[in-house]
């Protein structure tokens, strides 16, 4: 526990045990989560959804190449690695790592340069994430997004998409689609011209709106999901010219939000 650090915010600690001066490789690792210019991915399936959807990968880390290889020709023989693994000892494995991790192997990527306005300009529907407060439920959110072929996902509040968290709870698929964060509702998105020509249809969903059916979400809307306790504020909400609700069984308050997006990509 003691040389675990509790957060991301944290430096991991120096490896105690290991004697030789960390590599750039390794150095890049330890830090690229502080870093906006890099994305780190943990696991397996991350590292796959990363080369698929033409990242660009700087390191890849692991104290078990041979596992690692044996995983990859396993779940993804498809993707051949753009760069060499880095073998490291597990002084440094967990040095780097910070927690214990289920698969052995940490990638830096760089972090695509996508703003606010490729976002909104992506043809397609829109999911707009509204202060997401659990980094796995955002992480989700953009996983399913990405499966459904949805153009894009805007995160309005202060939780990073491309943090380690939501990059692992996306599988690394914040690289399949443009996925971006801004403090305050984007206006543009409401005012502007979106890829069909007007002003993309703003839909929310809310479990106080009209049941959802199929086709009731237009293939280029933004969807607007609220956050986990308190739901869509009434700012958010005012934006939108059609609230759906998707039904549920009496006494059951809501839905996961990741869930709810699911619900509304695939059947709305
Ligand atoms: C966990 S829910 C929020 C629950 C919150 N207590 C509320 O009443 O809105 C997170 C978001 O998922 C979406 N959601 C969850 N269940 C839903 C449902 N049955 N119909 C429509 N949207 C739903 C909404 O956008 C909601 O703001």
Do not use: C
């Not at 330890?30 to 890099?38: F, L, N, Q, W």
């Not at 972090?111 to 043809?123: F, S, Y």
């Not at 059916?213 to 958010?236: N, Q």
Request: aromatic share 2%.
């Amino acid at each position: 526990m003691a040389d675990m650090p509790a957060a991301y915010g944290d430096d991991p600690p120096e490896a105690a045990d290991h004697p030789d001066p960390p590599t750039a490789a390794v150095q890049l690792a330890r830090h690229a989560h502080r870093d906006p210019a890099y994305v780190r991915l943990e696991g397996v399936h991350a590292l796959k959804h990363a080369v698929r959807f033409g990242a660009d990968v700087e390191v890849v880390l692991s104290p078990d190449p041979p596992r690692l290889h044996a995983l990859l020709a396993e779940l993804a023989p498809d993707v051949g690695l753009p760069v060499p693994v880095t073998p490291v000892d597990m002084g440094t494995w967990r040095a780097v790592a910070g927690r214990e991790l289920p698969s052995p192997v940490i990638t830096i990527a760089r972090r695509p340069p996508v703003g606010v306005a490729e976002v909104l300009a992506a043809p397609g529907r829109l999911v707009v994430l509204e202060d997401p407060r659990h980094l796995g439920n955002l992480g989700a959110a953009v996983r399913v997004a990405a499966a459904a072929s949805a153009g894009g996902v805007l995160v309005v509040g202060d939780a990073d998409p491309w943090h380690p968290t939501a990059v692992r709870g996306a599988a690394g698929l914040q690289f399949a689609l443009p996925v971006a964060r801004t403090a305050a509702w984007p206006i543009a998105l409401t005012t502007g011209v979106g890829p069909s020509g007007g002003p993309r249809p703003v839909v929310a969903l809310d479990t106080g709106g009209t049941s959802l059916r199929a086709g009731a979400i237009a293939p280029d809307a933004a969807i607007l999901v609220g956050t986990e306790r308190g739901g869509l504020s009434a700012g958010i909400r005012q934006h939108a010219e059609l609230t759906v609700a998707i039904p549920m069984r009496p006494g059951v308050a809501s839905l996961n939000l990741a869930t709810a997006v699911a619900v509304a990509l695939y059947a709305g």
